[in-house]
């Protein structure tokens, strides 16, 4: 086997165990003699004149890189580069250039940590200039098929699980609704995960359709069993009941900032009396320092990207099965979209403790 | 000295370190051989019919009570007695109910656990009822004065620290403008606190004016300087610059959600031409399990006020003070309220550090 | 379905999440309508006269119970009733009398959490006395047969990953060898886990036999790497290379007290001229709040565990497999001893990223 | 005011807060015009050939490193440099090479962050080479004279309340005495501070005699009360009672590791019939990342040792008194030994509590 020249960048919202998944590459690719190219800010960096990329070497990781979170190389949720949003309003195909910028690097193959949107664009990329790809998938959201978790779902779930256990004094000490909402896109697993384990009476998620009477009967049914307080967890891209749109307009402006967590606030607070308050967690779930969970996770991804590569094994992604790393098509991931599993364990394991899903 | 029988109750907003002041007033009064009376719900408790109250004992604090947020008695922010709300919106003197409820108890004195509010409207009680009265403060906004520190503002500003920690690398990751959103009501101590331990760029508080221009270019030197992201520390209590009101209208009603966090958001994001994102942290600076800071200042003043009563020194509240707990009296306290000092170490290490308030 | 009561009891060593299980058996009993029914200080509460339990209501774990490390239940590990040690030094079979115990709380089934050991007992004494028993599998060792994951682990591996978080700067500052000495018995899974995720060079496992040689090479290769510091990672149950006894012997008296950790310590600084230091993590790996995934897990196995009563299945293990709660034998899982497995992911893992085990 | 260059180094043992002590150095330098001058390993540094040392700019702190436990620019503690102890067992002073080590750096300003030892060290260094010197106190000790608190004691306290905190679920469950000994050299301030807030029943420390009989019979009182478990906290630095030698010899050799708190549960395990389990805490109470108050004060304590050097003014440590930084003659502080002061709020407070220090 040759020496060989490898290209790695992160894509999408960043999330915490990419260090760790950076760092595990480095170092692999390191112990078989090669060398690995960061390319910065994503694709974004290889729009830049000339592309931005820089050499890593196994020393910068020496200190406490990977117990970080966030991404040293920088990452980019900025546009479709085969549709790209420019400054001035125009759409631009700007896929050319990124090729090109790929090429430039020199590498034989490309590593991309991303969830499934970037994965679709870097495929189309990949095909477009004959670049050899292999995917690590990453995100907070959990929802990318074909694999049980992505890094950073993990560091997600336990910081939105201490914020529940943080809520639930301060809840009990005011007889209080406490809201919660957490991120995870379309998907619920953060919201379910974290609704289990911290304690929650409801848990509302995209997959499951709910009302706010169900939601104000769990409520009720929770005080007269003599408790004075309750905890809910919402997923941020819940929907209001009926789809009636939540608005909320700057008096002096026209931006708007609407959020489902203070909806179901007011909602709640009409329906039971109770007094309310919501806390939307925001981006404290994504650059946490990573668990131990996503760092291991990461290092088996690393180090199995590397060695897809290795093995001439591209348009793969790597994933985690059943307590061992494989490889899947990265199509097949794309297309396999993971969403709650209404009759898996942990769903059923909420609704067999009494947890209301509001419906 | 005769066996006494003392009441405890906690009053206004909980915060981390209650549960260690009452243990320690337990404690402290069973080794003396008295007995304790936990009032429930602060005032409100002792509106209800009969009072609501219990006997409290040592064993009960025997397991991990101390470390926990929150008040194991409850507490209640819902009103003046002297001028209180009522469900069918009249206003009504309920002070003469709750000085019968203290009667009631027949205790030899009341230690009251809260801010200037409760401690303003305790003393007025305690006047009218012949109630002897010691105040324990706490707050997270650490607003009371005659006292260095007050129980809760540890730990919150330990809580906005992690948070800044947290939002760091995800603000390093895509090149954002962070800001964070923390409590402390009308005085910025949380925000200067946990600004310059968090390595914010520019703290907010209401104590001292500001301008966007100002904060932009701050924003704009930071960028210079080499750096792609900011962090930015904004006290609940800042206004507007112009004092132009925020308003935040559901689309579907009336109910209102205003927050200085998403205005500068906004703002600065029209400013810089920088992607920006806003935290609004909330309850979570209030449940948190106490900090070993809050512990001991809880453990020390619960001592302090139990000593005060055998003593028989009325009025007071026992206060921190160079290294030492030391008493002054209830009416000096509420009468000292405490800002942020402008020319004390802290702001004056924020501005040799080149940390901006934006003025 | 008739109304049933049940006991339920925790055995053998703490671990974080025994008190998540205990409520979520609580919960799912009384759902159902059932009593539950827990026994004190596992099987020795029944040996007490009377027999120490207590009726569990969902009430007790309104507050933040499930967020608490250890049992509320107290445990025992002093001993097996068949041949138990007596005060008086002589060993005496004590199986009738627990079996008396189990009888006289008059209930349908018996969930019982613990490890290996305890559920040899337990079936022994279930076997004897015609008592219907469900495991529940606990253990921060990892080493139970059949599930990929017991309550506990999870938990303890994020407490020894957080030491070598604050390990690594400290080794940094001083261009130390630090030695860190985890739990685990005779399984390395602790070790590995952290090992990988927490940066070691090293990690040494009772199912991988080394040198002190091969240590000191990678410690040498690191440091011409450039690297200043190493981090070493040992199981608890390590044996010195040739099975030299450790011994550490008091000066003035026989007990003992001997750590792999240390002489680890003492032969690598002879061997490599660093400077080195151990910890020795102990029961804080035990105590601690336990992770999300504790919590999940003890979420579903007692769920599970409830519902096998329900179903009239006894003499099963709840189980993790495969993102599923299932059940089997609880003789496999005695018999399936769970070792580390040396052509698993994690080991692949860790030996591609150039982590010695010494080997 | 003319263009200035600082030299900053760090010595002694490290501790949580010294980079945050360092990059307020930078900063603050770097605005007024400065360049700062890291020296590497602290006097270790200009002892090799060439003097290890290098330019720090603030853009190396934009990232997390104020956040990290200890300090980037290495640090020693391997002996007096007037009597150094050299490889072959000779004493030397190389005093005159440090000093021309701080010449050849050709710096206005040295600004050591150390301890009392070594702050005497380079007061010496100083005075025969005629360097400006500036000290910042550090020590998770907290035993610097003239000042209340020094980086790295609070976290260090921190460090070991969670400790505690993390020992009682586990010492309640299986009804045991858990000894937890911490770091503090001759001075209880850790044992002190962690034991109240951690909930300990019996501290014991350096400054106060005790005896086992006392322990015990505080013990016993415990378990009186219905209490199952106790919490011990012993400070590295306390003695056997009688004075009498700890030794724990390795069977196979000479080294030694003896420790008061295995002493301790021996002891006690005899004379109170308790399980007993003792927790050597150890470097985990340097290497964590330090609390916001740790970070306060090292960025006060940064920026005024700079400002010292603006005026002129040295000879001087900075130092921390009544909410205030201010700055104190070295000799004075070195002269000032801080011990736990047995009349202070406290230790009174730990009394109050009925807290034994065994006396």
């Given amino acids: ?6 290209g790695i960048l992160t894509s999408g919202g ?21 060398e690995t190219v960061g390319i910065i800010d994503g694709t974004a960096g290889l729009l830049r004149d000339p592309p931005e990329y820089r050499i890593l070497t196994p020393n910068e990781f020496d200190g406490n890189i990977m117990r970080m979170g966030g ?17 001035d309003g125009s759409v631009k195909d700007l896929s050319g250039r990124i090729v090109e910028g790929f090429k430039a690097l020199n590498v034989d193959a490309v590593i991309g940590i991303g969830g499934d949107g970037s994965f679709a664009i870097l495929k189309k990329l990949a095909q477009k200039g004959g670049i050899n790809l292999v995917g ?11 694999t049980e978790s992505s ?3 993990d560091t997600a779930v336990s910081v939105a699980t201490e ?3 943080r809520l639930q004094p301060t809840a009990a000490s005011h007889d209080r609704v406490m809201i919660l909402e957490v991120m995870g896109r ?23 359709p709910y009302s706010v009477e169900h939601i104000s009967a769990k409520i009720k049914q929770v005080k007269d069993s003599g408790r004075n307080f309750a905890l809910i967890v919402v997923s941020e891209a819940v929907k209001t009941p009926k789809g009636e749109k939540i608005e909320l307009t700057y008096s002096d402006g026209e931006k708007r900032y609407g959020g489902i967590g203070h909806y179901l606030s007011q909602r709640i607070a009409e329906s039971t009396g109770s007094e309310t308050r919501v ?4 981006h404290v779930q994504r650059g946490s320092s990573p668990t131990y969970n996503d760092r291991l996770l990461a290092s088996a991804f690393g180090v199995k990207a590397v060695d897809l590569i290795k093995e001439g094994k591209f348009g793969r992604m790597v994933a985690w099965s059943n307590r061992q790393v494989i490889d899947v098509a990265i199509e097949d991931a794309i297309a396999a979209y993971q969403e709650v599993d209404l009759n898996g364990t942990l769903v059923q394991t909420a609704r067999a403790l009494g947890i209301s899903f509001g419906d």
């Fill in 14 to 34: 960043d999330c915490a165990g990419l260090n760790a998944a950076i760092r595990a590459v480095v170092h692999r690719s390191d112990l078989l003699g090669w």
């Fill in 163 to 165: 914020a529940l256990d």
């Fill in 71 to 87: 991404t040293i190389l920088g990452t980019t949720n900025k546009g479709n580069p085969f549709a790209f949003p420019m400054a």
């Fill in 279 to 282: 806390t939307v967690l925001g």
């Fill in 1 to 6: 086997m040759t020496k060989k020249r490898i």
């Fill in 186 to 208: 379309d998907a619920g697993h953060i919201a379910v995960s974290a609704g289990i384990s911290g304690g929650a009476d409801v848990i509302l998620i995209p997959e499951i």
């Fill in 151 to 153: 890094i950073g779902f």
């Fill in 136 to 146: 690590i998938p990453k995100t907070i959201d959990n929802d990318i098929g074909m």
